[in-house]
């Protein structure tokens, strides 16, 4: 029997000869085969930071653009009729690159403003400023769209922010293309970000978004709550001890007055909660 070659991808010497070798049966679901993967970094065949960007791309899959998108109360926007004095300081002080730009109604979007198209108004005066001859257009998705659908859009029109619209026709709120991404990758932070104004969102009257990473203390002082701090710093660690295992992307738990369900989790942590408040007695403690 001769042997395989040195470099051969061929043979169960090589990691995909290896892989493979794991699928001994047949994978007729997601969950399945993340726990092939799963096999697979134990045996050392993937590494962590790999099986975590693959399942970070297989939730992909499953999700809708409503679980990630900023809501309509967290974006800011820019007004048709607003001058250039009007517009500068609302850039500067959102430190975004895009902006919805608003008709005359609060759901009427007429376009996108990128900030980079202000630049000739450093050279040009105000009275020469149309904000119309600077707009892009606008992309419009249902809340229901599926992310991986959304993603590919994206690469194939090289629009990097759509307009999410809600059941009744209106501006439910923006979702980009770094939204996405990070459902895969994790979080990507640029010198920009401002970490706490993006730990907690609301997305209706009684849920919100949360950061696993968010500190309780944080947490507590948005929610005027007293969970306890005393033997975890992060909300996501205090969640992951009702749990006592990594929980799977929808699981729930009950904590107090809220439930907390997993939006998005790996096989080492928890990346993001919707927390909903409910009556404290319809919750155990302990969950």
């Known amino acids: 029997m001769s042997e395989d070659q040195p470099g051969s991808d061929s043979g169960s010497g090589s990691w995909i000869g290896k892989l493979t070798n794991l699928?001994?049966?047949?994978?007729?679901?997601?969950?399945?085969?993340?726990?092939?993967?799963?096999?697979?970094?134990?045996?050392?065949?993937?590494?962590?930071?790999?099986?975590?960007?693959?399942?970070?791309?297989?939730?992909?899959?499953?999700?809708?653009?409503?679980?990630?998108?900023?809501?309509?109360?967290?974006?800011?926007?820019?007004?048709i009729t607003d001058s250039p004095r009007d517009i500068i300081p609302k850039v500067i002080e959102a430190?975004?690159?895009?902006?919805?730009?608003?008709?005359?109604?609060?759901?009427?979007?007429?376009?996108?403003?990128?900030?980079?198209?202000?630049?000739?108004?450093?050279?040009?005066?105000?009275?020469?400023?149309?904000?119309?001859?600077?707009?892009?257009?606008?992309?419009?998705?249902?809340?229901?769209?599926?992310?991986?659908?959304?993603?590919?859009?994206?690469?194939?029109?090289?629009?990097?922010?759509?307009?999410?619209?809600?059941?009744?026709?209106?501006?439910?709120?923006?979702?980009?293309?770094?939204?996405?991404?990070?459902?895969?990758?994790?979080?990507?932070?640029?010198?920009?970000?401002?970490?706490?104004?993006?730990?907690?969102?609301?997305?209706?009257k009684d849920s919100y978004t949360v950061k696993a990473l968010t500190p309780i203390e944080d947490f507590n002082a948005f929610f005027h709550s007293n969970l306890p701090d005393d033997e975890y710093d992060t909300i996501g660690g205090l969640v992951l001890d009702q749990f006592r295992h990594i929980p799977e992307r929808d699981e729930t738990v009950g904590i107090g007055p809220y439930v907390f369900k997993v939006l998005n989790a790996d096989s080492r942590q928890i990346r993001l909660l919707l927390v909903t408040t409910v009556f404290a007695e319809d919750t155990d403690e302990t969950g």
């Open 95 to 204: 430190g975004h690159s895009r902006f919805p730009v608003i008709g005359e109604s609060k759901d009427d979007v007429v376009g996108i403003l990128l900030a980079k198209d202000l630049l000739p108004l450093v050279l040009d005066s105000e009275s020469r400023f149309n904000l119309k001859d600077v707009l892009r257009p606008a992309i419009f998705v249902p809340e229901s769209k599926r992310l991986n659908v959304l993603l590919k859009e994206f690469r194939e029109n090289k629009n990097h922010m759509a307009i999410v619209i809600d059941e009744y026709g209106g501006m439910g709120g923006v979702v980009t293309i770094e939204d996405v991404l990070e459902q895969i990758v994790g979080e990507i932070e640029d010198e920009y970000d401002i970490d706490e104004e993006d730990q907690i969102k609301k997305v209706d």
């Open 23 to 79: 699928f001994t049966e047949s994978v007729d679901d997601t969950k399945s085969l993340v726990n092939i993967l799963r096999q697979a970094e134990q045996n050392q065949i993937i590494d962590a930071d790999g099986l975590s960007i693959i399942e970070g791309a297989l939730q992909v899959n499953d999700m809708q653009v409503r679980e990630i998108m900023i809501p309509r109360s967290q974006v800011a926007t820019i007004d």
